[in-house]
């Protein structure tokens, strides 16, 4: 039985924008994991989607604005980093909150043990959370739909293994929601750009607690809940992604890439390096070297 897109959905003339795919919309159940549907929405102000009933599961992600979701007999409030789950006998309804237009991701997908993949993704059906890091997942998506839209040989294949890819990488980034753990994610993802984009500096965990407005201890308990490291293991991390990088893309002594990132000792250098990579430093160029 083939999912009825003869009639256009009310929802579709309070889009601003979109880019949407059709692959497979064939609603009965078959054992592959398959891609049905998705795409990318700017929903004006007077947005307002519910359906008692949808044939397929599906995830929705907020990139932009605010809204209101209505999930499973629950309410919530939905911003950017917001991902909610639903599938066949869900009831849902998403509504933008504000005058700025809601901007949206969405895949609609079937397969015998969906749930069960959903459920270890940490979103079962029916459930709403918060993503930790949003470009990763961001850009899952956004592939998700480019590859849907250029309609080669092969782009159900292609979306159908970008979406299972995306099920472990939403295992490792989403939080629950709510207004306590949005604020601390945004403290938390304000400390981590202001490291990224500054990783040369020799912080000090009270310095950068003050510049975030919060107290060195919670910054840290922030740290540990979100990235499951202390600050100081973030920087060294962080460092480290730097210092392969200038490996990758010029050929110095390790004492020089050192320097670079402000270690005077090669030695030290290189058991970090070690420890956080997984190799030393001269194996790791040697690898480089060794690509075409």
Known sequence: MQYDMSVVPKHFAQVVSSRRFYLD????ERPPFRVALGGLEECSPEYRCGRTEFPFYCLELVSAGTGTLHLSGNEYDIASGSLFAYGPGIAH???NAGSK???KY???????DVPQRLKAAGLPPGSVAQVKSPDPVLGAFEQIVVNGCASTPHTREICANLLQALLPILADNLVPLGAQVFKGLE???RAKQ????DV??????????????VSSAYLCRLFQRFEHKTVRQYILAARMRQAARIMQEERLLVKQVAHRVNYSDPYQFSR?????????????MDMVRRQP
Do not use: I
Request: proline share 2%; aromatic share 12%.
């Open 25 to 28: 919309l064939d609603t009965a």
């Open 93 to 95: 309804q998403v509504s």
């Open 101 to 103: 237009t809601l901007v």
């Open 106 to 112: 969405y895949v609609a997908f079937q397969g015998k």
């Open 187 to 189: 403290t938390f993802r």
């Open 194 to 197: 202001m490291l990224d984009e």
């Open 200 to 213: 040369l500096r020799r912080w000090a965990l009270k310095d950068l607690a003050e510049q975030c407005g």
């Open 272 to 284: 970090v390096f070690k420890q956080v990579m997984g190799v030393s430093p001269r194996h790791f």
